[in-house]
């Protein structure tokens, strides 16, 4: 029952976008993706991969490509989908003002747990990467979806070979690290790769309220103009004001019966009941 699978994107990524020439025009475009696809499959067969996929295509490219993976005979599943948030108002006190009144109150009541804590921001995190690991995987381990297990060398790469554009903030109390937030940002977006919390005192102090609101107050200081909040723990990102965006899984078994049972089966495997129940 195990397979092998060829896979277009990364499990370490929300969207699996795929990037063309700026000089490329939409036919262009279009052509070079089936063109693509004919490539993947000819390189999954060469290395025994029976099982095809295209990982977390957003609802904007899927519309463009559909009829490229329908061709190639590619069924659909869906996805997990992405959280964001649009930073379109000036203020902490504008964004509280959107939040039901319920909600409103109680983050503003988390917020006096600021006083508590110390919060560095950094670039290079070696000195307490063993702490912050430590974090991950307790993280990890109690989360209702067990994705994969990054490496210690991961967080190392990702501030090291995006040195402008990564950065990880720490949340002591006295002198205990309680959180990490890894934070990756482009020209207008910051996205909240990955927060790693100690759950006991993390909890006391309510640092997974408060890390969002600290990360809403740096996208107004540096002008992003979107807080993308990933995957998973919908129900608190929905509460805090985000919107939810569908991504959609494309697979093929390059044996025809095969196929057909995994289409069969497509309509059980999909991880989007949560868009169903926001709609």
């Known amino acids: 029952m195990t397979l092998r699978l060829a896979c277009i994107g990364s499990p370490c990524t929300e969207r699996g976008l795929i990037g063309f020439h700026p000089e490329l025009d939409e ?14 499959e000819t390189y999954a067969a060469s290395q025994a991969c029976r099982l095809l996929g295209v990982k977390d ?34 203020s902490m006190d504008e964004y509280l003002s959107r939040l039901s009144p319920g909600t409103r109150k109680d983050m503003r009541r988390k917020l006096r747990s600021f006083h508590h804590l110390r919060v560095e921001y950094r670039t290079n995190i070696d000195d307490v990467l063993p702490e912050v690991i430590t974090l991950y995987l307790d993280t990890r381990n109690r989360s209702e979806w067990q994705f994969e297990e990054l490496t210690p060398g991961y967080f190392q790469g990702v501030l090291a070979r995006m040195a402008e554009r990564s950065f990880c903030m ?56 979107r807080y993308q ?3 998973a723990s919908y129900e608190n990102k929905l509460r805090l004001g985000s919107r939810l965006a569908r991504n959609t899984m494309y697979f093929k078994h390059r044996n025809i019966f095969a196929h057909g049972l995994l289409r069969c089966a497509a309509s059980l495997l999909g991880a989007d009941e949560t868009l169903k129940k926001s709609a």
């Open 27 to 40: 036919q262009e475009q279009q052509l070079l993706f089936a063109e693509m696809l004919v490539s993947f």
């Open 57 to 90: 295509m957003p609802e904007s490219f899927q519309q463009r490509f559909s009829e490229q993976l329908q061709r190639a005979k590619f069924t659909t599943v869906p996805g997990m989908p992405t959280a964001s948030l649009d930073i379109d108002f000036a």
């Open 170 to 225: 720490l949340y002591y109390a006295g002198d205990r690290l309680l959180a990490a937030n890894l934070l990756i940002h482009g020209k207008d977006t910051l996205i909240d790769k990955f927060f790693c919390m100690n759950r006991e005192h993390g909890r006391a102090y309510n640092l997974y309220f408060l890390s969002w609101l600290n990360n809403i107050r740096s996208c107004l200081e540096h002008g992003f103009t």
């Open 229 to 231: 909040t990933g995957q």
